[in-house]
């Protein structure tokens, strides 16, 4: 059928209808999965594109439409894959997560999607790297390589070509005030009557980040994604009270 593949540019929309695009979330709060969708009622998936398997919602083999979880068979053809799983749940909105350590082969076309609505925590993706226990020379290079390759895909949200929904945050930024783009963010997916957040999802501990960032730079790296981390201040401020955080309207 000719429609399926329409001259680039002619579509009325590249997917069947509206679905979320969350990066840098779930490497900021340790339960987005869950909070987004009790939150919202919406199918929260993880990382569809993860190099190693699918991430569906609940880390199912197989979706609506059998799309199975082999990257190898979602890799011959991305576009096709997402555009797939949109027809196939229509009706129920789809979200999932994204970063640098994803196939990027379909940065573009997210980013062209009318129907996507994508957020973005910059630099999250160091979070990962900051907890873990490696040659630090090592952690720089893999550092420097994923702040390109998420870079690059920044590049294409703000192109003149970019259709989508886009919020773009630092790190800093977001971890100063989570509640408000938060907020935002499940009001826009609306798949339920809007209220006030009380609830937030926990964020991981970042005490120590800001010198993690400063010890990136004494070795050579600029890790400007994330933001204004300042060294010791703000990391004692933003240490996540353990008990669970509530909102008082």
Known sequence: MQSRFPREGFENGLSAGPYSVFEGFSELFEDFETWLARMTGAKVHGHLFDPDRVEFAERQNLVAGCLSDSAALRDHRPNAFLNNLIWNTRGERQCFQFGPRDNQEISWHIAKDVNAQISVISGAWALSLFRQNRNFSEIREEAAKLQKIENDHIVALRSLYAKARIRIWTLAEFVEAPS?????????????????????????????????????????????LMGEFPVAAVDDKAKPNPRKPYLVR
């Open 180 to 224: 408000e783009p938060l907020q935002t963010i499940v009001d826009e997916i609306g798949n339920r009557e809007a209220h006030r957040l009380t609830e937030l999802p926990r964020m991981v501990d970042v005490a120590g980040f800001g010198q993690f960032l400063q010890n990136l730079k004494n070795q050579g790296m600029h890790p400007y």
